[in-house]
């Protein structure tokens, strides 16, 4: 095996001439070509793609053949790792404001399992950015589940309207600091008219480590917050692993739970 200085140094090998991995990529898709063809097809001058060529035979990783040059099987090995890796940190860098605040070593939730999704951060000129995005869920769900470590007014009034409405039914559950704030002035009479029609249930968990959303047949949301409790980022997608998951974790919250909350 290569040793690991040897490894980054084939990855640098790369990286530093873009033209070399568009080399490769095109004869792994259209192999026997031409230095000519490449030109034609790469859009690149005599002098980058013959210095290319050059560099990837003596690496072993092109040959030539009468017809034209090719892979070696470890060419077609490199691109296929190499490309890979690419789509690999790009999805890093994607998820990187989630991923951050987000304790993955203590979910049963591996990092492939998020492939699929949006983030969506908060950022200095827009810090309810992921907020916004929760209301979006339970404005066009008609089941929602929840676990709530803290909420928001926007959603809230959203909730209360869907549920009068008679066109949302959700379960939440709650952290203690969150049945505290349900319980003031400001919010009781909200939640008691949701009682009300029965559409609604919240139950208090003994802690909730963070904000996850279901929306039945559609996305499930995972949102994350900084230290002082402010919203960081919030990854939305529809993977059946990542909802499963999250079914999963719902229902363990919900039969650790209290009693659901009827009298405020």
């Known amino acids: 095996m290569a040793p690991p200085e040897d490894i980054v140094e084939k990855i640098s090998f ?47 990783w092109v040959r030539e053949r009468p017809a034209g040059l090719e892979l070696t099987p470890t060419g077609a090995l490199v ?10 940190m790009a999805t890093a860098e994607e998820l ?45 769900a008609d089941r929602f589940r929840a676990l709530l470590p803290s909420i928001g007014q926007q959603a809230i009034s959203e909730a209360h309207r869907r549920i009068l409405a008679g066109d949302l039914e ?19 009479p909200q939640f008691e008219e949701m009682f009300s029609t029965g559409r609604l249930t919240v139950l208090v968990a003994e802690s909730v480590p963070l904000f996850l959303g279901l929306a039945d047949g559609r996305a499930t949301q995972i949102g994350v917050e900084d230290d002082d409790g402010m919203p960081r980022a919030l990854f939305e ?21 209290t009693d659901p909350l009827t009298d405020l």
Not at 116 to 137: F, Q
């Open 14 to 60: 790369l990286a530093r001439a873009p033209s070399r991995v568009r080399i490769l990529e095109f004869l792994s898709a259209s192999a026997p070509a031409t230095e000519r063809e490449l030109r034609g097809q790469l859009s690149q001058s005599r002098s980058t793609i013959s210095r290319g060529v050059d560099s990837l035979i003596e690496a072993g």
């Open 79 to 88: 691109i296929e790792e190499f490309l890979g890796l690419a789509e690999t």
């Open 96 to 140: 990187w404001p989630f991923l951050e605040w987000f304790p993955l070593s203590e979910f049963d939730l591996a990092v492939d399992d998020l492939q699929t999704g949006t983030v969506t951060a908060a950022v200095d000129g827009d810090p309810y950015a992921p907020a916004r995005e929760h209301t979006t869920l339970i404005r066009t």
């Open 170 to 188: 959700a379960t939440l559950i709650v952290s203690p600091s969150v049945e505290t704030r349900i319980r003031t002035d400001q919010l009781a």
């Open 237 to 257: 997608t529809e993977a059946e692993a990542v909802h499963e998951w999250a079914d999963a974790l719902f229902a363990d919250y919900r039969n650790s739970s």
